[in-house]
């Protein structure tokens, strides 16, 4: 059973990859994870309490502000999860099958309100979501577009969250809520993580994959792990 960030840590690590949590699309159960308000379990693990220690809304930003071997974006379903750096050059090698992103522009798996986006993130180490926005000129009729592009970018693992950063005022001064911050991810990861997905081939990470979701449950449904994998 989760009781704190040190337990959830752990967990992931020995599981390597995992949904956000508080839903419930979970291909997969990882017994001590209990993300719903409901669980019949006794933890003191509650969402939205604030507590670094076991509010799992804060372990997100947490898992990036002290860690470099965990990603957090959403990856699973369109939806938030978790790759550990062990685990990550199989999903690169699934979803992006050795294709840079001028490639997969070029092959038609990238939209070009996509690519929008992504030369803005790329030319920036990180940049908080406010100013990807205001660069890209982003009005309320791109509104639905724009968040397609970004979810669309995060599953196929070209950009990823590197935190998150309040808005500054020409004051200087900071104010409102912080604001989700990304990076792409070549420049989130080291190079060794793509250098081994590019010894990986697709059918050898997919099954690689498939063998762990099935060792954290037997009973996983075989439609769903594909989509679980391949984004």
């Known amino acids: 059973m989760v009781q704190n960030f040190t337990d ?3 967990i992931l690590n020995r599981s390597g990859f995992s ?3 508080g839903n419930d699309e979970s291909i997969y ?3 001590p994870f209990s993300w719903n308000e409901d669980h019949p379990f006794d933890t003191p693990v509650k969402w939205h309490t604030g507590d670094i220690e076991t509010d799992p809304w804060e372990w997100r930003m947490r898992v990036l502000d002290e860690r470099d071997d965990i990603a957090y974006a959403k990856m699973f379903f369109k939806k938030s999860g978790y790759i550990t750096k062990a685990w990550y050059p199989y999903f690169l090698a699934v979803r992006r099958r050795g294709m840079s992103f001028e490639d997969a522009l070029i092959n038609g798996h990238i939209s070009y309100f996509a690519k929008r986006i992504y030369d803005i993130v790329s030319a920036h180490k990180s940049i908080p979501l406010h100013l990807i926005k ?3 000129g982003i009005d309320k009729e791109d509104k639905s577009k724009f968040e397609s592009a970004l979810v669309e970018l ?3 693992l070209f950009i990823t969250i590197a935190g998150r950063q309040q808005k500054v005022s020409l004051s200087g001064a900071e104010y409102g809520w912080s604001s989700t911050v990304f990076c ?3 420049q989130f990861w080291e190079p060794s993580v793509f250098e081994k ?4 081939g697709p059918e050898e990470a997919y099954d690689a994959i498939r063998n762990q979701i099935l060792l954290l449950n037997p009973n996983a449904n075989e439609k769903k792990i594909a ?3 391949k984004g």
């Not at 997905?197 to 990986?200: D, G, L, N, R, T």
Request: hydrophobic residues 50%; glycine residues 8%; negative net charge.
């Open 8 to 10: 959830f840590i752990d």
């Open 19 to 21: 949904m956000g949590g």
């Open 29 to 31: 159960a990882v017994v």
């Open 134 to 136: 205001e660069q890209a």
């Open 154 to 156: 995060q599953m196929k």
């Open 184 to 186: 792409t991810t070549e």
């Open 197 to 200: 997905a590019s010894e990986i």
């Open 227 to 229: 989509k679980f994998i």
